[in-house]
């Protein structure tokens, strides 16, 4: 538990709710808004994966974030690597720059790390800033074009 927040594994009953967090925390991609609708099923893609986990931040019984990842095997500069690709983060917009990204990937490593991870991957729209920045905050190990 943070400060006023806590972290669980979501479940098939958190569906529409979490639906409706990806609805309500749009990406912004250079100047373009950009919304899912993952109706009517959020879980379809995971359940299609092997070594998932989606991790669901809730406030007062209320999603404010959600995190998925999928353990892979991809080929960067050559090499295989054993990483955790971050498929899905979202925030809700009121609880920005409040921690809640940052909480939920520090849960999604633990995991992926007792898995064999070694870190994590993302594909970002250049465009996306904010994510962009995130992806970053810990540091790069590999450049930020897909090769």
Not at 5 to 20: G, H, K, M, Q, V
Not at 40 to 68: I, S, T, W, Y
Not at 87 to 96: K, S
């Amino acid at each position: 538990m943070t400060d006023h927040f806590t972290i669980r594994e979501a479940t098939r009953s958190d569906n529409a709710a979490l639906i409706d967090l990806e609805l309500r925390s749009p990406l912004f991609v250079n100047e373009t808004r950009e919304s899912y609708d993952r109706s009517p099923d959020f879980f379809a893609c995971h359940r299609l994966q092997g070594d998932h986990k989606v991790l669901l931040a809730e406030a007062n019984g209320r999603p404010v974030g959600v995190m998925a990842g999928v353990i892979q095997n991809p080929l960067i500069q050559g090499q295989a690597r054993c990483l955790v690709y971050i498929q899905r983060a979202r925030v809700d917009p009121e609880f920005q720059g409040q921690k809640v990204a940052w909480n939920l990937a520090n849960e999604l490593f633990t995991w992926s790390h007792e898995l064999g991870a070694e870190g994590p991957y993302y594909l970002i729209a250049p465009g996306n800033e904010r994510s962009v920045a995130f992806g970053g905050r810990a540091g790069r190990r590999w450049p930020l074009e897909v090769r």
